[in-house]
Every structure is written in C-alpha cells, then in structure tokens.
C-alpha cells in the first residue's frame, strides 16, 4: 500500500519528530495540491480556516499540534464529518511553568534588570526601581482547564492561595470559585489567563477588569491574546492602573502593538509556552499517534473534546 499524502502546515519539533512524520507519509505543504488529501498537520496558531477546509475536499482528520482549536472552523469540521484531534495534558507543565516565570520576570523586574545591567547602569552607578513580591500571593486563574488547574496545583505548593473562574464551578476543586473576571480580578493580585481562544473569551479581559486588578496587580496571559483587550491594557500598564504584565501571546501576534513594546513594566515572550523539547516531542508523538490510527481506522487517542 503506498505511503498516505498529508499536508503539514508547519512541522512538528524538533526536526527528528518531523523527519518520522516524513518517513511515514508523503508530505506536501501546498495547499492548492491537497484536492485528494485526508489529513492536516496544523498548529494551534495557524489552526485550519474556513476558506482552508473547503480547499480540501477529501479532508478528514485535522491533526492539531496544540491544545487551542480557535482557529479551526470546527462548524465546518463537525458539518463534514471531519475528526480533530489535539495534544492535550503533555504540554501543561511547559505552559503553567512559563506563566510562574512571566509572573516572576514581571514582579521581580527581571527583564528590566537584564537591559539595565547591559546598558551600564549597573556599573555606572545606577539602582533599579525594586520590584514586588510574587509568591504566596493571592492568584487568580481564568479558565479552568489542564493548564490552569496544573498552575494553580503549582501556585498552591508556592503558598498561594487560588481563585478560579470557569463557566461553572468546580466541586471537586480546593480552589475558590468566582463566577466572572471582573471578581476575580478584583480579589486577586496575581491574575493569570489560561482561558480558551475565540469568540466566547474575545475581550474577557478589559478596562473594567485591569482596574478591579488594581494598581499591585499583575496580569500574565499565556493562553490567546485576544482575551486581554490590548488598548485597554496599553492603558493600564502606562497609567499605573495595574502594576505589570507578562504576555506570552498578543493579540495581533507576531505583530506587538508599540505601547506594549514601550512599556517597561511589561515583560514579553513569543509564544513559546509549550516550546521546551521535552513538551514539543510528546506533542509530536501524539500527532503522530493519532494520524497512525486514523489509517488504521482505530479510535483516535485524543480527540477534540469540547
Ligand atoms: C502551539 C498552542 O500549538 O497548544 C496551543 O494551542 O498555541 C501552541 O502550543 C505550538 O506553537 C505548536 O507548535
């Protein structure tokens, strides 16, 4: 039987888990020669739009290297039949881990300290402004999920006291509940973003929210940049409304809005929540499991669940 043809949008990491996928299957990376191609290789950035999926008649699994499916036209997927699978729980670790270390980089100044001690200042003299505390403070987490509940696991063991929010509460959790942002916002001091992407969570986070946060709160988004509106943000961090930020993701990305890249009391990644090897290659390996028992016509080992 000859090798099934996939097309990859972006190759799985690092480039041995690729070279498998490769050895395993005829790739193509151009759309426009898909027409009788059963299977996408995307990630949780790129996902696979609207006007992707209808280029692609013969499509009938969406392999997402990711846990985020707010780009994918899942309508259109349910519509025809078309199975999604993602890559959950062996990334949470990497994920949660980065949002500690953004809210430790933003409370601690440790982004302004790098570019203050290579300028000079240091030896010249100079003092940074002193930084705020961050463990054992009251965090709170919007979005519930793996990632979340694997942060506030990891926030708890710092001597945090957590508050969630979710669409519903949690009985089984040791967290406290808070039924919307704008609260739990209001009774944290640390406030992590771990929510899913898309239309339901566009602008959770806005003015009204950030000034609830108050002026010693920090704000860490590791999950869609559209959740935090940037204005409102932009705002906030310039009029001392809150007392930091640590993004990961932006709305807009790659492209950062200047007032972000101009303030200093914000400290910026390039999406690289899930980037450790060891988080990237268990991802690969799900893909790639789930791509060999959608040929083999078994179960998929981690479908899509919303
Ligand atoms: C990306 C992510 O998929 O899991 C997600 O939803 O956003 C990321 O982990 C990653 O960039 C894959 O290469």
């Known amino acids: 039987m000859s090798k099934p043809r996939i097309l990859v949008l972006a190759d799985p990491k690092p480039q041995d888990m690729a070279d498998r996928l490769a050895a395993d299957y005829r790739i193509t990376r151009d759309i426009a020669d898909a027409g009788d191609v059963q299977i996408v290789v995307t990630t949780g950035g ?10 692609l008649p013969a499509l009938r699994l969406i392999a997402v290297n990711g846990v985020g499916v707010d780009a994918v036209d899942l309508d259109q997927a349910r519509a025809r039949g078309i199975q999604v699978s993602t890559t959950p729980d062996v990334l949470s670790d990497a994920v949660a881990e980065l949002a500690l270390a953004l809210a430790l980089a933003t409370g601690r100044r440790i982004a302004e300290g790098d570019r203050f001690t290579r300028a000079g200042h240091w030896a010249a003299g100079g003092n940074l402004a002193m930084g705020m505390p961050v463990l054992g403070r009251r965090a709170g987490i919007l979005g519930y999920g793996r990632i979340g509940r694997r942060l506030a696991a990891m926030l708890r063991a710092l001597g945090s006291e957590v508050l969630y929010t979710s669409r519903s509460e949690k009985p089984d959790s040791p967290d406290g509940f ?50 935090v509106d940037n204005a409102a943000l932009i705002a906030a961090l310039q009029d001392g409304i809150i007392a930091g930020a640590g993004l990961d993701v932006v709305d807009g990305e790659p492209d950062v809005p200047q007032g972000l890249l101009d303030a200093p009391n914000c400290v910026l990644t390039p999406h690289i929540g899930s980037a450790t090897d060891a988080a990237r290659r268990a991802m690969a390996q799900l893909v790639l499991d789930n791509i060999a028992a959608f040929v083999a016509g078994r179960p998929l080992p981690t479908p899509y669940q919303p």
């Open 178 to 227: 808070r039924p919307d942002a704008a609260t739990l916002a209001r009774d944290c001091e640390l406030l992590f973003v771990t929510a899913a992407g898309g239309e339901g969570t566009r602008g959770l986070i806005g003015a009204a929210e950030l000034a609830a946060l108050g002026p010693s709160g920090l704000i860490v988004n590791v999950a869609r940049g559209p959740v």
């Open 46 to 55: 790129l996902g696979l739009s609207s006007a992707q999926m209808a280029a």
